[in-house]
């Protein structure tokens, strides 16, 4: 291997190609590269010499079908290892010589009769069912195997067909099945790589930009949020933060900008002002210099008195300049600091907003602003899928009554057991945010109302089995909820105040209820 770095060995390459008069193909420059850099030249995959003899290899038989695909599979990813394998397999089912009096492209009549012998009967229903699974999974398996993609039509117009045969179809099925896998692990590989791709972008944003470290919160959030198994829910929610991501920055670099036109602005003034003020000095002096000539000449004050006056105004001029000059810079140096100061907040508020991270600093639950969003991103997936999604408003019983009575450090680690109990009786979709004080609500996503008012009514049990301590003293904390479900075209607010009612009608029914709004 040459020690030459890689772009010497490609600059070299260039010249080689111009200096022995070959195309520039991508064949010429790979053969040559190599040549240049060590590298053992390997020959080329004959790919279409491959692919004409697997079309040319007879499917009569499952087995024949299965390992002519696992072939195709082999060439597509240009593995040797996998060529081989695939005919040594397929050698395995060569058809016997009765099988050439049949015709081509059918299977053997033994095979067949095995098939349809065994072959349970199926209805057209069944078929259809088969078909829009089908169907349903073609999204999610891509559409860059034009293979697969003929394969797949043909199989659908026959599960349509009312007279397809049962035998011909399972055949097809068995086929399909080996091809599906193949798409469905190319799929799998596709989201893996495309995952790392995602990832490697949020290690090396940061990169992109002056002041690092306001990013590297957001940067935390969007990889914890990106980590597998993703779903639509964490897709939205990455989107999300990216989208928040590129406006901040976008927002720093045109502040920043504009600071520095500001800055360039104010300097190019100075100059121009203290060009003025050389001017004026050097007219000055020349005017002294003047007056001192006329002085010397004078013979009388009579003579002497028009000078000295000339000198007083000129005096006085220069003066007045002097003052307005230090009054223009008195007012740049202050337009300087106050653009300091506003980039010094804008930094402040970004590393805040980065810190922040939309989470109650007391309990880990949500704030309002990560309310909001989640909000947005569930109503975003009801709106997608049709699924209900409840809200649940809860609210501590007599917590001013332990406040004043404990104190209001109790008061706060009472709202942490209760933020504690409540997510470890949440599941993995749920969504905790604190609402206000002792006030809490919880987004129950795929829930119906009935489902929604268990839900809570579980959480209320599961309290009574933990005692809040306060010191060693055991203490039942209690709440009084109402649970909403989200109605065709109304705000997540709007549903979030009927669950609010709902709540305050608990609190009047005797506290520790859950009502339904």
């Known amino acids: 291997m040459s020690e030459k770095k890689p772009f010497e060995v490609a600059r070299e390459t260039l010249k080689q190609l111009t200096t022995r008069k070959l195309a520039p193909t ?66 395995g089912f060569v058809p016997a010589s009765t099988s050439d009096a049949q015709p081509s492209g059918s299977a053997p009549l033994s095979a067949v009769s095995d098939v349809a012998a065994s072959a349970p009967a199926l209805t057209a229903k069944f078929m259809g069912q088969i078909g829009r699974l089908i169907e349903y999974a073609l999204p999610a398996l891509g559409t860059d195997d034009e293979r697969f993609r003929e394969q797949t039509t043909g199989l659908l117009k026959a599960l349509k067909d009312p007279a397809s045969d049962v035998a011909t179809l399972k055949l097809m099925l068995v086929n399909y099945s080996h091809r599906l896998s193949f798409a469905a692990k190319d799929q799998a590989e596709i989201k893996t790589v495309l995952l790392k791709l995602l990832h490697l972008v949020f290690e090396n944003i940061g990169e992109l930009s002056l002041e690092e470290q306001w990013l590297k919160g957001q940067m935390d959030a969007l990889m914890t949020a990106s980590a597998p198994p993703l779903s639509l829910r964490r897709l939205d929610d990455v989107e999300r933060r990216l989208k928040d991501v590129i406006f901040k920055q976008k927002e720093a670099k045109e502040r920043t900008v504009a600071a520095q036109n500001e800055m360039r602005e104010m300097l190019a003034s100075f100059i121009d002002r203290l060009s003025e003020m050389t001017q004026s000095t050097g007219t000055f002096q020349t005017k002294l210099e003047e007056s001192a000539r006329l002085i010397e000449q004078a013979k009388s004050m009579k003579d002497i008195a028009p000078v000295l006056k000339d000198i007083v105004g000129a005096t006085r001029h220069m003066a007045s300049d002097s003052q307005t000059a230090r009054d223009e810079l008195s007012a740049m140096r202050e337009r300087a600091s106050r653009t300091e100061e506003e980039l010094t907040k804008l930094h402040q508020e970004l590393d805040r907003v980065s810190s922040e991270a939309r989470h109650d600093p007391l309990t880990g639950a949500l704030n309002r602003k990560g309310l909001d969003e989640a909000i947005d991103r569930e109503l975003s997936t009801v709106r997608r899928k049709e699924t209900p999604l409840c809200m649940a408003l809860l609210d501590i019983d007599n917590f001013k009554k332990l406040n004043d009575a404990m104190g209001h450090a109790t008061g706060d680690s009472a709202l942490n057991h209760l933020a504690t109990v409540a997510r470890e009786s949440m599941r993995p979709q749920d969504t905790l945010a604190r609402f206000g004080g002792e006030e809490f609500v919880i987004l129950l996503p795929d829930t119906p109302l009935d489902r929604g008012i268990e839900a809570m009514t579980r959480l209320q049990r599961e309290l009574t089995k933990r ?51």
């Open 26 to 91: 991508p064949l010429n420059y790979q053969n040559i590269y190599n040549e240049i850099a060590g590298i053992p030249q390997v020959p080329q995959f004959p790919m279409d010499t491959l692919r004409d003899i697997a079309k040319a290899l007879p499917t009569k038989t499952p087995g024949q079908q299965k390992h002519r695909g696992l072939l195709e599979y082999a060439i597509d990813r240009m593995n040797w290892e996998g060529v081989k394998t695939a005919l040594v397999a397929y050698g």
């Open 467 to 517: 005692f809040f301590l306060a010191g060693n003293e055991k203490i039942l904390i209690t709440f009084s909820a109402g649970v909403a479900q989200l109605a065709e075209g109304e705000s997540g607010m709007d549903a979030i105040r009927r669950a609010d009612q709902a709540m305050y009608v608990a609190k009047r029914a005797g506290k520790n209820r859950v009502l339904g709004a």
